[in-house]
């Protein structure tokens, strides 16, 4: 029987410790000694997070396929377990096998979140890998960057051999065959990471170096060969239909933040908000054919056990045959008992349809995200999105039976005003009024409207990686303003307002756009004890501004200082799908209040093409 790598005295000494046991429903099971390369897939946070995470299904089951890969999985032990390892010396294992993870070939770790960058540095700490890649050596795994904040990679470059940039369907087995051939060959490590930073997207930043002017901007970056490429050029999938897709997802033992099966119905989106990174870096926007999804539903929920299925997308309303998909899945499920929730739904008289026909009405809270109070935002954001419609919608929902609505709105836009932040409740006051005009007798009880919101921060290739971000004062500031506004409105009772930590934000813009200098910055923090910093219970901005004054660093040069519009960006010399030109282009539409259409409207001439994209390819069928 297999033994825990964790003695049952430290195990039981831990809050849910079935987050390190492993042997999950569907996970992997193989004898490590008949493969030719052991990859772990990390995801750094908490077990229930990193479960809930559709990629690194998708990888970890693209992977196992393979007969010469085995793929385990670890996660970031939560504060109770890091400081028993430490104590006992216990090194971070893998829950399939519990091996050491600095047994492995890879250490593949997703990068999903700027305020995840410590735990990275715990991870590796705990693994015994040492925490520069410039001090690693020939046994020590290949540890390679993956996910959304790669898009950016330099602020944690000093801490990674490799980083994926673009979709992992794509280019890893080329790396596989590559790394086979290094252990035929005896090819040393810089060498292999030479070799790797020729496949397409497949970065290798220790072969890269980068310069500054006198005023701290960037003045260029350069590979140390001639034949490595000057722009990364993402890899992004073009079949999207064919692709491979788990139809046996690990299941958790403990209830994950996405407990459910997760079934992506399409990639990319064509909405174009401009302060949407994923809405840009995921360009072009591609479907599953429908036939697809249903056996894909039908088989994932067998395989699993799952008594709820989630459609996944940026913009589930935009998939052009959801009606068919959603009828499919309530005729198939509704004698199993399993439920089907439909996120990311723009609301309208077609989402409240298929709403009602999924869950009924009283359920949960109906959820808009105007982001901005008053339209003129809205037209600086390209939200799409009117008053008119957004009370219309609202009317329509209030007709069919809801009384509980959520509002997402973002502060600290670029242009916005204290009046702008000051119409966010008044905005909210509108939606009470309509649920009003109902006839009393159809009004069950008071309407309750919760506002939320978040604080601003610029994101690379965005029109808004030009912006500067309010200092976490500023954005206090608007917060007060939006809560004296709601002191005026008549409904301020059934009106709930909260909003997030401003400090955090600040923490995250800096991280979003830094350059390669950050590195020093975050390990300082990481050595002084910050980690979870995602977590807000855990987030020590006092020893974050300590690093960066110990490290000669401002804040402000990364968070508010005005880019200029030829500015040589830290990102870059990658090349996400969507040109700079096109990004500056938004940006002064953005400043015009100038709205642009979405994709199936009308193509905007991104850069996506290359992929397959443009309205001739949105139109097709």
């Given amino acids: 029987m297999r033994q825990t790598a ?12 079935a987050r390190y046991i492993g042997g999950e429903i569907n996970s992997a099971q193989k004898d490590p000694a008949e493969v030719a390369i052991r990859f772990c897939m990390c995801f750094p946070d908490v077990y229930e997070i990193g479960m809930s995470h559709l990629g690194i299904q998708v990888l970890y089951g693209m992977f196992n396929d393979r007969e010469d890969v085995y793929c385990e999985r670890v996660y970031s032990p939560w504060t109770d377990l890091d400081a028993l390892m430490r104590e006992a010396h216990i090194p971070l294992f893998s829950l399939e096998t519990q091996s050491p993870i600095k047994d492995f070939d890879f250490l593949g770790i997703t990068i999903q979140y700027e305020m995840c960058y410590t735990n990275i540095l715990q991870v590796l700490d705990l693994s015994d890998i040492p925490l520069l890649a410039k001090d690693r050596g020939e046994e020590d795994p290949i ?27 794509v280019s890893y087995d080329a790396l596989f065959e590559l790394y086979k051939e290094k252990k035929r060959t005896g090819m040393d490590r810089r060498e292999f990471l030479h070799q790797a930073g020729k496949i397409p997207g497949i970065y290798a930043p220790g072969l890269y170096e980068d310069s500054y ?73 591609r479907e599953k054919n429908v ?29 052009k045959e959801l009606d068919e998909l959603v009828s499919f899945l309530l005729d198939g499920l509704r004698e199993k008992r399993i439920e089907l929730t439909l996120p990311s739904l723009r609301i309208d008289a077609v989402a409240l349809d298929l709403m009602k026909r999924i869950k009924g009405v009283n359920q949960s809270p109906l959820t808009f995200a105007p982001e901005a109070g008053s339209q003129r935002l809205r037209d600086v954001i390209n939200k799409g999105l009117s008053e008119e419609e957004i009370l219309e919608g609202a009317g329509l929902a209030f007709e069919s039976g809801w009384d509980k609505v959520k509002l997402y709105f973002m502060l600290g836009l670029p242009t916005e005003t204290d009046e702008d932040a000051r119409e966010i409740p008044q905005l909210a006051e509108k939606i009470a009024e309509r649920y009003y005009e109902l006839p009393k007798e159809r009004r069950k ?23 500067c971000q309010l200092p976490p004062d500023g954005f206090l500031h608007r917060s007060h303003e939006v809560a004296e ?8 009772r059934s009106i709930t307002y909260h909003w997030h930590e401003s400090r955090t934000a600040q923490m995250e813009g800096v991280l979003a756009r830094g350059d390669r200098r950050l590195g020093k910055v975050i390990l300082k923090a990481y050595e002084s004890g910050c980690f979870y910093d995602a977590w807000e219970d855990h987030f020590d901005y006092d020893k974050w501004t300590k690093a960066f004054k110990e490290c000669g660093l401002s804040m402000e040069f990364y968070t508010q ?20 030109p096109f990004l500056l282009r938004e940006w002064k539409r953005a400043r015009g209040g100038i709205v642009t259409p979405n994709c199936r409207e009308q193509c905007t001439g991104c850069g996506c093409r290359v992929y397959g994209g443009g309205v001739c390819f949105e139109n097709q069928g």
């Fill in 6 to 17: 964790l003695p049952d005295e430290i195990l039981m000494q831990v809050d849910k410790p």
């Fill in 143 to 169: 540890v390679v960057g993956g996910g959304p904040c790669t898009y950016n990679p330099e602020p944690i470059a000093d801490f990674f051999d490799l980083f994926y940039i673009g979709e992992g369907e």
């Fill in 561 to 580: 200082r005005p880019r200029e519009e030829d500015e040589l960006f830290p990102w870059d010399f990658i090349d996400c799908g969507v040109t700079k």
């Fill in 291 to 319: 036939e697809t999804l249903k056996k894909l539903a039908v088989e994932m929920l067998d395989n699993t056990g799952h008594d709820e299925i989630s459609l996944v997308s940026l913009s589930t309303s935009d998939y």
């Fill in 485 to 492: 506004s709601l002191k005026e409105q008549l409904n301020q």
């Fill in 213 to 285: 002017h006198e005023d701290g901007t960037l003045a260029g970056f350069e590979p140390v060969y001639d034949d490595l490429p000057r722009t990364i050029q993402k890899v992004a999938v073009t079949d999207f239909d064919q692709v491979y897709y788990p139809k046996a997802p690990v299941v958790p033992f403990i209830k994950a933040t996405q407990d459910r099966v997760m079934l992506e119905i399409q990639r990319g989106c064509i909405r174009g908000c401009r302060f949407c990174q994923a809405g840009m870096i995921y360009r072009p926007n």
């Fill in 445 to 467: 009880r008071r309407i309750a409207i919760t506002m939320v919101t978040s604080f601003f921060v610029p994101k690379p290739f965005t029109p808004f990686q030009w912006a």
